[in-house]
């Protein structure tokens, strides 16, 4: 963007007047007259016009106190420079937030998320590029403020990754392009175009396309009254005879092993008993200096050890029972 494209704050028209109340209740007006009429003026106050008021108490800066000022920030970290730049730029944000007011109703929440980005801008703002503040800084207000709208577009996020967000902001427009130009706007010529996968032009198309769906939004009947879509949704919960049966298996798996161990002796026995069923194995070097022999060789009888051990079960329980349990 060039210094000519960015609009200047003081283009920035000023907000309509709130209306006020133009009849005073005068002092024979009973208490809850007085109560009712505030209630009123509060009720047709126009915060954004509150706003703009408060905002255009800060002047604007000339060129020549612009560069001053953040020659002083940039430089010596002046705390006070820093904020009359911020301050001189909030119409600014106003006038920018203002382009985005389709996308997301309340203003005044992507006027607040400006700010921090013209905040940003006016940290990271080097005068000595030749650059004006307001052509600098409305990079970072529009990114903060599309962010926020992304974010906040849905209760459910539909843009995570840098394609989805590049086909969030464009893959509406891109579309409405071809359909000008008499092409047919296929996702594998948006995905072309964009330089994203296809994949991602056909998700994010469903994604706009489908509103967000309630979790308890009546789906159909049962027995005479409705069903929420939640409960149809299938459990998490473990089924009891799942966990008796789960339960079972280990008893018979925990007997046999046990039935196992009473076949070994010698080192065999002693790796089984202190390190594959102990609750505080030895390790390795450990057994190891006990019987006389390196850690290696250790290993290599524990492979072998584990190997019979897989084979005694198979022949007891079966292929099936061990695999489950075999499995992460």
């Known amino acids: 963007m060039t210094e000519d494209e960015t609009e200047s704050p003081d283009e920035l028209e000023e907000p309509k007047d709130v209306e006020v109340l133009e009849d005073v209740p005068d002092e024979s007006e009973s208490k809850s007259d007085v109560l009712a009429a505030s209630s009123s003026a509060l009720s047709r106050r126009d915060p954004l016009g509150a706003y703009m008021r408060d905002v255009q108490r800060y002047p604007l800066l000339t060129k020549e106190e612009e560069h001053e000022l953040a020659v002083r920030f940039f430089e010596d970290e002046d705390v006070e420079a820093a904020k009359r730049?911020?301050?001189?730029?909030?119409?600014?944000?106003?006038?920018?937030?203002?382009?985005?007011?389709?996308?997301?109703?309340?203003?005044?929440?992507?006027?607040?998320?400006?700010?921090?980005?013209?905040?940003?801008?006016?940290?990271?703002?080097?005068?000595?590029?030749?650059?004006?503040?307001?052509?600098?800084?409305?990079?970072?207000?529009?990114?903060?403020?599309?962010?926020?709208?992304?974010?906040?577009?849905?209760?459910?996020?539909?843009?995570t990754t840098q394609a989805q967000r590049k086909l969030f902001y464009n893959l509406q427009k891109e579309k409405a392009r071809l359909s000008a130009m008499g092409i047919e706007p296929t996702a594998e010529l948006i995905a072309e175009r964009l330089n994203v996968p296809e994949r991602d032009v056909v998700s994010m198309?469903?994604?706009?396309?489908?509103?967000?769906?309630?979790?308890?939004?009546?789906?159909?009947?049962?027995?005479?009254?409705?069903?929420?879509?939640?409960?149809?949704?299938?459990?998490?919960?473990?089924?009891?005879?799942?966990?008796?049966?789960?339960?079972?298996?280990?008893?018979?798996?925990?007997?046999?092993?046990?039935?196992?161990?009473?076949?070994?002796?010698?080192?065999?026995?002693?790796?089984?008993?202190?390190?594959?069923?102990?609750?505080?194995?030895?390790?390795?070097?450990?057994?190891?200096?006990?019987?006389?022999?390196?850690?290696?060789?250790?290993?290599?009888?524990?492979?072998?050890?584990?190997?019979?051990?897989?084979?005694?079960?198979?022949?007891?329980?079966?292929?099936t029972v061990v695999e489950v349990y075999e499995s992460p």
């Open 85 to 159: 730049l911020v301050t001189s730029n909030l119409r600014l944000v106003v006038k920018i937030a203002y382009d985005y007011r389709q996308a997301y109703k309340n203003i005044l929440d992507l006027v607040q998320e400006g700010n921090i980005g013209l905040m940003q801008a006016v940290k990271k703002y080097d005068p000595y590029k030749g650059v004006k503040l307001s052509s600098y800084a409305a990079w970072w207000i529009r990114a903060y403020i599309l962010r926020y709208i992304l974010n906040n577009h849905r209760l459910v996020k539909v843009g």
């Open 205 to 319: 198309d469903m994604r706009l396309a489908a509103g967000d769906a309630s979790l308890d939004a009546p789906v159909g009947t049962s027995e005479g009254r409705s069903v929420a879509r939640v409960e149809l949704l299938p459990s998490d919960d473990v089924r009891v005879d799942d966990t008796l049966a789960d339960a079972q298996v280990g008893d018979q798996f925990s007997e046999k092993i046990h039935e196992f161990g009473e076949t070994l002796e010698g080192k065999e026995k002693k790796i089984f008993d202190e390190r594959l069923v102990s609750e505080d194995p030895k390790t390795l070097q450990v057994l190891g200096d006990e019987f006389g022999v390196s850690r290696e060789r250790v290993r290599q009888i524990e492979k072998r050890l584990l190997q019979k051990l897989k084979k005694f079960l198979h022949e007891e329980l079966g292929d």
